[in-house]
Nanobody, 116 residues
Framework: QAQFVESGGGLVQPGESLRLSCTASGSISSINYMGWYRQAPGKQRELVARISSSSTASTYYVDSVKGRFTISRSSAKNTVYLQMNSLNSEDTAVYYC????????WGPGTQVTVSS
C-alpha cells in the first residue's frame, strides 16, 4: 500500500494562498483517484478535491472550495498538489491526501490555519 506525506501548510491571513504537496511512497500512476481531504476541529474529515488518473484528469471539488482550490497531479513525481487561493477562516483544518475511496492508513497531514 502506498503511503502519503503531506506538506506545505502554515499560518496565513484571509485572502492569501498556499500550495500543498502530497508525496507518495510509490507510484500513483495506477491509482484511479487521488484526493485531498481536511478535518477541522470538532468536525468529520471531508473530501475537498479529487482528481482522476485518466488523460482528462477529471476533477471534483466540494462546493465550498470551487473556484478557489485547484488539484493537480504529477505521476512522474508521484505527487499531488492542492493550490489554495482566497483562503478564509473556514479553510482552517488539517489537510490530508489519500486515494479515493481512502485507504485505511492516513498520513500525518499538514496544518492550515487562516487567521488575521
Amino acid at each position: 500500500q502506498a503511503q502519503f506525506v503531506e506538506s506545505g501548510g502554515g499560518l496565513v491571513q484571509p485572502g492569501e494562498s498556499l500550495r500543498l504537496s502530497c508525496t507518495a511512497s510509490g507510484s500513483i500512476s495506477s491509482i484511479n483517484y487521488m484526493g485531498w481531504y481536511r478535518q477541522a476541529p470538532g468536525k468529520q474529515r471531508e473530501l475537498v478535491a479529487r482528481i482522476s488518473s485518466s488523460s482528462t484528469a477529471s476533477t471534483y471539488y466540494v462546493d465550498s472550495v470551487k473556484g478557489r482550490f485547484t488539484i493537480s497531479r504529477s505521476s512522474a513525481k508521484n505527487t499531488v498538489y492542492l493550490q489554495m487561493n482566497s483562503l478564509n477562516s473556514e479553510d482552517t483544518a488539517v489537510y490530508y491526501c489519500n486515494e479515493w475511496p481512502p485507504l485505511i492508513n492516513w498520513g500525518p497531514g499538514t496544518q492550515v490555519t487562516v487567521s488575521s
